[in-house]
Each structure stands twice: as structure tokens, then as C-alpha cells.
């Protein structure tokens, strides 16, 4: 959006100092201190040189340290080269000795008007680069830093041999090691779907005995998704359609493998028969550039097909995936139930991709919610919850938060956007920068560094913040007429007009569906702000304080309650119930005023708490899991929590018997998948993703007698944790007739590992006091928690008249609660139950005090109570 432009005569000073402070106060008026302010060309430009001394710094490290190798270890000043360093798993799959980071580096140098070392950086790559290396790489990775990498540096090098000022000896060859490269990627796609293998050796491709590969079945969505810029652009400038052909079926395998209810993909899909392997389906990790591609394939290659599918994505992903400002994984088969209750760093380009299709609200809204969580950890961290608080607290350095806010810059001219980049620049030079260079943080939360610098780092983040600070006049060419692939190289759109398209690019009709204003046009400044420069303002302050940084403390008249609910892992509805506490909606509750100040880790959620009072403490029956088939017989009895929900153990004389079985998906929080395995057993089920009851009612409709949930938080078990009963989730649960407990992870590790370990496990769910094999029935009541001092007394020394007065020493129980006293004699039958504090039995012999286990606690999950 163009900024309205003022202007006032130069010879009068009175007026224009007026002028200018009435423009001032305007802006503080919508704006939050300096954030909102404009800034001046001289700042915008200071800025700009900061970012070019710090790629300078970065460049001229990995060229200093690490060239010819692939990354730069900045901690260590040298190269990392695959083999010669430990290895780190499929990180290292992106390295294929090929001296990546200058590769994908390339066009950046001409991005920031570094014409001289672009020049030097073509001629080392013709001089050095070998792309026949026996090494394994990933198919996605290679396409998108290397191939994408050569396909920019040669659009670059064209541009500039065209406008007769330098390259003018280039002929093609950057091209030509494109083309080079993409016949080395071509084998992955040798598969029965058309799905690529995720890994390609590029000596030996995949099938060949010495290639190392070929033995995977699966592969991510945006593995395979992510082909159709670099692959179509390629045979588009080489003239060899079978590049564009490959990707292309890729992609038509992943539309028509979609859900066709929901309209959503999953994030891992089998190559050879095409089922899906993970149904979780997001805008993050696995799936992320699938989505992106779609609507660049679209604005590249001018394909109606490709915006189609994209269109009907992005509908469901704004149905079911967003929540604003949260972007949550669901199940692509029942998308109303989140799959989990944290987000990744990788869908901060999702704002983006917003900004193109014209969709500016939620993009605001994301966008500054992703802000706020680097305001609280510096960088985001490599996944965060929904509470904003650290999940992983990696920061490899990634550059999406920054290609958002470029975007958004671009479509609103907001100035807040530049303070935006401020910051990352900012923070960067503070946490991030060393002696040779930048180095990734291992958590946020400590600012402790890891030795690596991805080349991203170089390839998309000065890009995007040069670009953000540069006015069109100051780039070296017209950046419009290009488009970013999701490693930010640089392809001409011109490629839709000047080359023929790949054949047969047909779909499927497309499902008839209300179309919005932005479906098949770009969005005017005018529609997406009509007559209002705070537009975008407006949308952020509604999110400006989300996570609890930057807002002074005011007192609230509705009192919070802070729960520690991250370190119990418990749904918040699940812990307050197991408190006791209900909960009233505030329109229920006749709650009069606002909410005050939202507080970190205070949850409001706009509910009114009331704790019912109850005459007498609610007691937590225990029941109990008991390992019955051999080689246990009984043996083996594992503490267990009930619901309040479900079939009342405690009224059934027998309890209920049956043979255990690990359901599919372990968290029963989507389809159930094996569930003729499941019928007529008992269920075990992970705690976790979605809530007890819902869980309790698909493992029902399978078929299962009963359900053993075990707690998804390691190390818990009942001897130090005290039980607590499940609850529902707010509906009805009336109709849930089966059995449900609840052990802690100890006690469920106990009964997984004997799962493991025989083929068939029969337990029975019944009360404690039912237990099988247990020698007396005669039920105690509870002592409760007590004080117990022990003292021998002598013959004679207890009160005269006291009932049951001893004979000889008697062993004499003090219990300071209500100043009862119990005793036990000497000559009282061996065998006798001795009580514990915690109403657990131990057989007692004649001279034995309780007051030491015999060398475990009653109440370990390992032994026979």
C-alpha cells in the first residue's frame, strides 16, 4: 500500500513545523511507542548496511573456514564435511559434498549488490564443484538448495550477461550442472506412485546395489510436494519436459491420495502403495512448502490447476487448521480434533503464503502472535505451545519469521513491520553472532550456542532482510518479476509466457464451491484497506499482549487462579475437575466489567471458578490392574486410578477379566486402526491429545471390554503421586459402559514391557480390596496420614485397668491424632496384618517394626502388595 505523501510550501517554516507535529502526533495516536513509528530513509538505510556487514561476516567466514566444505561450524572455525564429523542423523542429508553453502548462497550476492564476489562465486563453483559424489542426500533437500540454488545463480548470471555489463563470458554452464543434477534426483521417482524415494545416492541413484538407499517406504508430504518450481523451471530453461513431468505426478498423487471429506493431507505418505502413514495434518514441519508450491506453481508457471488445488487447501486449513491466531494440527480424517498442543517454528512462513493469496487478516494475526513469543524467548523456539511456552528450544537460525514479515511489509507498508526486522537484526548480532560468524542456539531458554550455520542461513535471511529495508530503486534489477522458491532463489515468472507448459497438466474437474473476493485475483490496497491506514494495527493490538510481555501489571477485578498445569502435563478441564472445581461460563455467571491483565500462566479463559464445599474430603478408591496369566499367576498387581465415568468397578464381585492390547494410534485420539484386534479385549491406551472420555468412547465403538490409560509423563507412578479420578469432557458420558483406569507411566511400563515380552498378557481390572489371592477379607478403614512414635514399655507400665493389659514387653503404638492408642503383644498371632500409613499390608513375624520395608516400599508397582 502506498503511503498518502504530504507536502507544504518551503517558505513557510511556521506552517511546516505544524504540520509536521500534527503528522507526529497522528502516529503516536495508533502507534505503541516506537514500534508503530516511521522510520526515516536514514535509519532504513543505517539499517541496510548493518545487514550487509553482517552477511560479509557470515559469507566471509564459511569462505575463510569452511569452503570447500559444505556448512561452516562457526564454534569451531571450520568446515563440516559428511564423514569426517559425528554424524547427526538426517540432518547430515542435505550435505553431499558438493560445497553447499556457496551454492546456495549465489544469488543472494547479486540480491545485495555484491556483483564482483557473484562473479568470483560462479567461477569457483564451475572450477570446484562436482555433483557425482558416492554420497547419500535427501531428494528435498538437494532440490531445493543446490538445484534451486544453480537454477538462481543462473538466472542471475543471465540477467546481467543480458544487460551487457558483466558475465558476459558465461555460456550457460550453471545450467548446464542443473541439468546435471536433476538427472542425478531423477531415479528417486522410480517408484510404483510416482512418489520420490526420500533419498537419492548421487553416484549410484537408488536401486543399484552400491547406492546405499532404497530400502525407505515413506516419505513427507512436502518431500515430495516441494519439486515442481525447481523441477518445472528446469525443463522449462533445458527444454527436457521429463523434469516437470515427474514433479507434476507427484503432485497428482498427493491430490488425489487428499481426504476427501476434510480436503487435507497428512504428513507422511508411503511411496510405493500411496496410504498415508501420519494423518496429522498442519501448515508446519512435513507439510509446510507442499501448500506453498501449490500457489507459486500457480503464479510461475500460470497453471489454473495448480491454484485450484491450492484454493480448495487453503479452505480447509482455514476451517479446521486455523484458530487465530494459532495455526494446530488435526486429523485429517475427523479435522475437528487437535492432534496436539504445540506448533513448530517451520509454519511462521504461513503468513506469507497468506499475503500472497490476498487473505491479510489472519496473517496479521499469526504474524503477531509469532512476534510476541520472540519478544518472550528472543528467537522462536523450534516449537513452542499453545501456552507460548518452549516445546523444543532450538533455533537453528530460521528465516520463515522474517519471509512473513517481509511479505507483510510489501502488502501494508506498515512501518511496524520495519521494527519488526529491527529486531531480528538486533537479536541476531546479540545472541546469535561469534567470532566466525553466526552460530544456531541450542535453547532459548539458556542462549547456549550450537556448532552449525545451515546455509539458509545465507540463502533466505539476508535476502528477505535486505529486501526489507531496500527501496526498489537501490535493488540492481525489478524483483517483481520474480518469485521466491521456499529456499528463496530467484525464477523468473516469465517462465509461464516464454516456455510451453509440460503436457497433459489436466485435473480432475473441480468441486463447485462459494468463491471469495481474492480466489482468482490479486487483492487491491484499496479492497484490503478501504479508506484506513491503521487497518493492520487494529487486527495486532487485539493479540499485541498475548503472551504476557511488554503490558504493565493493573489490577484485575476477577481474581486468576494460577495452575501449574505444565508441570502435571494435564489438560486444563481434567485438573480443575480433579480439584473439584466447576466451571460456569461468565454470560452464566452474570460477570459484570472486562477482564483485566492477562498474565502469564494465570488462565482465564473467560470462566468464573467456583469451588464446591464438601462436608466430608472426597476419597480416591484405588483399584487395582492384576497380572493373572502365566508367567505372573497373580503376582504381579499394579495400583490404578478410577473415572467417574464409565463401569463402577467397585460393584462388580468379579471385576473384569480379559487380555490386553496396544491400540492404534496408541493415543485413541483418531481412528481407531486396528480395532478387530481390539474387540473383546482390553484396550491400553496412551494419555494425551485429546481428552479421557473421547478417547474412552472410540476404543467402545471398536469393540473393547475396558481400557488401561497410562500417563504420557515419564516417570510418574502412584507411590510418590497421589491418585486422582478421570473426568469427561463436558458431554455426555452416560453412554460409556465399560471399565477405565488410569496408571502412571511406572506402573504402565511394567504392563507395556510384559506385553512385549509374552504374546498374551490377561489382567483383571477390580477393586483393591477384591484383589485376587488376597488372605483375609476383613476390610480396615483408612488410617489416614498420622504422626506414629514407637516405644518399648516395660511389664507393668502401661494404666492400670487398661483392657488387654500385657503379660511381658509390649510393643506400644503412640499415634498423636486424637490420642488413640493400639497395641500390639507379644504373644498375638504371627501372620497378623501389620497397617501402614498408607493402608498398605505387610506380613509381620513376631519382633518385626514397620517403620523400614524390608527393602522396598509397599507401594512399588514391582512386587505383590
Given at each position: ?8 510550501p ?30 526515516l ?16 561476516h557470515?559469507y ?7 569452503y ?18 559425528p ?7 542435505s550435505?553431499g ?14 540480491v ?5 564476489e ?9 572450477r570446484?564443484?562436482?555433483?557425482d559424489?558416492?554420497?547419500v ?21 543471465d540477467?546481467?550477461?543480458?544487460r ?5 563470458w558465461?555460456?550457460?554452464e ?13 531415479p528417486a ?6 512418489l ?12 543399484n ?8 517406504s ?7 510436494g516441494t519439486m515442481i518450481?525447481?523441477?518445472a523451471?528446469l ?16 503432485l497428482?498423487?498427493l ?34 512448502s ?11 508457471l ?19 487448521i486455523?484458530?487465530?491466531p ?5 486429523h ?10 504445540w506448533?513448530d ?15 491479510l ?14 519478544k518472550q ?10 501456552e ?34 529491527q ?9 546469535a553472532?561469534v567470532?566466525?560468524g ?8 539458556t542462549?547456549?550456542h550450537e556448532?552449525?550455520m ?11 532482510l535486505?529486501?526489507?529495508f ?9 524483483i517483481?518479476?520474480y ?7 530467484l525464477?523468473?515468472?516469465?517462465l ?12 480432475e ?6 468463491e ?10 484499496q479492497t484490503l ?9 487494529t487486527?495486532?493490538?487485539?493479540y ?6 511488554g ?10 487462579i494460577d ?10 478441564v481434567?485438573?480443575?475437575r ?11 455467571a452474570?460477570?459484570t ?17 467456583e469451588?464446591?464445599q ?6 480416591v478408591?484405588?483399584?487395582l490392574?492384576q497380572?493373572i496369566?502365566?508367567p ?7 495400583t490404578?486410578?478410577p ?12 471385576g473384569v ?19 478387530e484386534?481390539l474387540s ?9 491429545d ?5 478417547k ?11 481400557v ?17 479420578q478421570?473426568?469427561?469432557d ?24 510384559a506385553l ?20 483375609t477379607?476383613?476390610?480396615e478403614?483408612?488410617l ?8 518399648l ?5 502401661l494404666?492400670?485397668?487398661?483392657e488387654?493389659?500385657?503379660?511381658g514387653p ?9 490420642e ?8 498375638k ?25 524390608p527393602?522396598h516400599s ?7 502388595p
Amino acid at each position: 500500500m502506498g503511503a498518502k505523501l504530504f507536502c507544504w510550501p518551503q517558505g513557510s517554516p511556521g506552517i511546516a513545523m505544524m504540520l509536521r507535529a500534527l503528522l507526529l502526533t497522528g502516529l503516536l495516536s495508533w502507534a505503541n511507542g516506537q514500534e508503530g513509528q516511521a522510520m526515516l530513509p536514514e535509519e532504513k538505510s543505517k539499517i541496510r548496511d548493518q545487514i550487509v556487514e553482517m552477511f560479509d561476516h557470515a559469507y566471509g567466514s564459511y569462505m575463510k573456514y569452511a569452503y570447500p566444505a559444505d556448512e561452516l561450524m562457526p564454534l569451531s572455525c571450520r568446515g563440516r564435511v559428511r564423514g569426517l564429523e559425528p554424524n547427526r542423523g538426517d540432518i547430515d542429508d542435505s550435505l553431499g559434498k558438493f560445497s553447499l553453502t556457496l551454492i546456495d548462497t549465489l544469488d543472494t550476492l547479486v540480491v545485495l549488490n555484491k556483483l564482483d564476489e557473484f562473479e568470483d562465486a560462479v567461477r569457483r563453483t564451475l572450477r570446484d564443484v562436482r555433483l557425482d559424489n558416492d554420497v547419500v542426500v535427501s531428494v528435498f533437500e538437494t532440490n531445493i538448495r543446490v538445484l534451486g540454488g544453480l537454477l538462481g545463480a543462473h538466472t542471475m548470471a543471465d540477467m546481467l550477461r543480458q544487460r551487457g555489463e558483466r558475465m558476459q563470458w558465461y555460456r550457460d554452464e550453471l545450467l548446464h550442472m542443473a541439468k546435471e543434477l536433476g538427472h542425478r534426483l531423477l531415479p528417486a521417482f522410480n517408484t510404483t506412485s510416482g512418489l520420490p524415494y526420500p533419498r537419492v545416492n548421487l553416484r549410484y541413484g537408488v536401486l543399484n546395489p552400491l547406492s546405499r538407499t532404497g530400502t525407505e517406504s515413506d516419505t513427507c508430504t512436502a518431500c515430495a510436494g516441494t519439486m515442481i518450481l525447481e523441477f518445472a523451471a528446469l525443463s522449462r530453461l533445458s527444454g527436457e519436459a521429463v523434469f516437470e513431468e515427474n514433479a507434476r505426478k507427484a503432485l497428482d498423487v498427493l491430490w488425489e491420495k487428499r481426504q476427501r471429506g476434510s480436503d487435507l493431507v497428512g504428513t507422511v505418505i508411503n511411496i510405493h502403495n500411496g496410504d498415508w502413514v501420519r494423518r496429522d495434518s498442519g501448515v508446519g514441519a512435513g507439510i509446510d512448502s507442499y501448500y506453498e508450491y501449490l500457489m507459486k506453481a500457480y503464479v510461475l508457471l500460470g497453471d489454473n490447476v495448480y491454484l485450484e488445488r491450492f484454493n480448495t487447501h487453503y479452505r480447509a486449513i482455514m476451517k479446521y487448521i486455523s484458530q487465530p491466531p494459532l495455526l494446530l494440527n488435526v486429523h485429517m480424517h475427523n479435522p475437528t480434533v487437535s492432534v496436539r498442543s504445540w506448533m513448530d517454528s517451520l509454519l511462521a512462513f504461513f503468513p506469507g503464503l497468506q499475503v500472497l493469496r490476498g487473505d491479510l487478516k489472519p496473517a496479521i494475526e499469526t504474524h503477531e502472535m509469532l512476534y510476541q513469543v520472540t519478544k518472550q524467548h528472543k528467537f522462536l523456539p523450534e516449537a513452542f505451545t499453545t501456552e507460548f511456552r518452549v516445546h523444543w528450544g532450538q533455533h537453528p537460525l530460521r528465516p520463515e519469521f522474517a519471509e512473513s514479515t517481509y511479505y507483510l511489509y510489501k502488502a501494508t507498508g506498515d512501518p511496524y513491520y520495519l521494527r519488526v526486522g529491527q529486531s531480528i537484526v538486533e537479536k541476531l548480532n546479540a545472541h546469535a553472532r561469534v567470532p566466525c560468524g553466526f552460530a544456531a542456539v541450542q535453547d532459548v531458554r539458556t542462549g547456549a550456542h550450537e556448532d552449525r550455520m545451515d546455509s539458509f542461513f545465507l540463502a533466505e535471511m539476508f535476502k528477505y532482510l535486505y529486501l526489507l529495508f531496500s527501496e526498489k530503486n537501490q535493488l540492481h534489477f525489478d524483483i517483481d518479476d520474480y518469485i521466491f522458491t521456499t529456499e528463496a532463489h530467484l525464477l523468473p515468472v516469465s517462465l509461464s509466457t516464454s516456455q510451453p507448459p509440460c503436457r497433459g497438466n489436466n485435473t480432475e474437474a473441480a468441486t463447485t464451491v462459494e468463491e471469495d473476493l481474492f480466489t482468482y485475483t490479486c487483492p487491491s490496497t484499496q479492497t484490503l484497506f478501504p479508506n484506513n491506514p491503521s487497518f493492520a494495527k487494529t487486527i495486532r493490538d487485539s493479540y499485541k499482549y498475548l503472551t504476557g510481555v511488554g503490558r504493565a501489571f493493573h489490577a484485575s477485578p476477577v481474581r486468576g487462579i494460577d495452575l501449574p498445569l505444565h508441570d502435571h502435563s494435564m489438560e486444563p478441564v481434567e485438573f480443575l475437575r480433579s480439584m473439584g472445581v466447576s466451571l460456569t461460563p461468565l454470560s452464566e455467571a452474570g460477570a459484570t466489567g472486562t477482564w483485566g491483565e492477562v498474565h502469564k500462566g494465570v488462565y482465564r479463559v473467560k470462566l468464573v471458578a467456583e469451588v464446591t464445599q464438601t462436608t466430608e474430603e472426597e476419597e480416591v478408591e484405588p483399584l487395582l490392574v492384576q497380572l493373572i496369566s502365566p508367567p505372573f499367576l497373580g503376582r504381579t498387581v499394579l495400583t490404578a486410578g478410577p473415572a467417574k465415568f464409565g463401569m463402577d468397578l467397585t460393584k462388580q464381585e468379579h471385576g473384569v477379566k480379559g487380555s490386553i492390547v496396544k491400540t492404534s494410534p496408541y493415543t485413541a485420539c483418531g481412528p481407531i486402526e486396528n480395532a478387530e484386534e481390539l474387540s473383546g479385549h482390553i484396550a491400553l491406551a496412551l494419555r494425551g491429545d485429546c481428552m479421557f472420555a473421547a478417547k474412552a468412547h472410540r476404543l467402545q465403538e471398536a469393540g473393547a471390554i475396558g481400557v488401561i490409560f497410562i500417563d504420557h509423563r515419564e516417570g510418574s507412578n502412584s507411590a510418590e503421586t497421589p491418585l486422582f479420578q478421570m473426568v469427561g469432557d463436558g458431554g455426555s458420558t452416560a453412554d460409556i459402559t465399560i471399565p477405565l483406569v488410569f496408571l502412571f507411566s511406572q506402573e504402565g511400563a511394567l504392563l507395556t514391557s510384559a506385553l512385549e515380552d509374552h504374546s498374551n498378557v490377561d489382567v483383571l481390572m477390580l477393586p483393591k480390596e477384591r484383589r485376587l489371592g488376597k488372605t483375609t477379607d476383613k476390610a480396615e478403614k483408612p488410617l489416614g496420614k498420622m504422626n506414629i512414635k514407637f516405644r518399648l514399655a516395660e511389664e507393668g507400665e502401661l494404666e492400670d485397668g487398661e483392657e488387654g493389659e500385657a503379660r511381658g514387653p509390649t510393643l506400644q503404638f503412640v499415634l498423636e491424632k486424637g490420642e488413640v492408642v493400639l497395641e500390639e503383644e507379644e504373644y498375638k498371632q504371627q501372620g497378623d496384618s501389620c497397617l501402614t500409613p498408607g493402608d498398605d499390608h505387610m506380613q509381620c513375624s513376631y519382633g518385626q517394626t514397620v517403620t523400614s520395608p524390608p527393602s522396598h516400599s509397599p507401594n512399588d508397582p514391582n512386587t505383590d502388595p
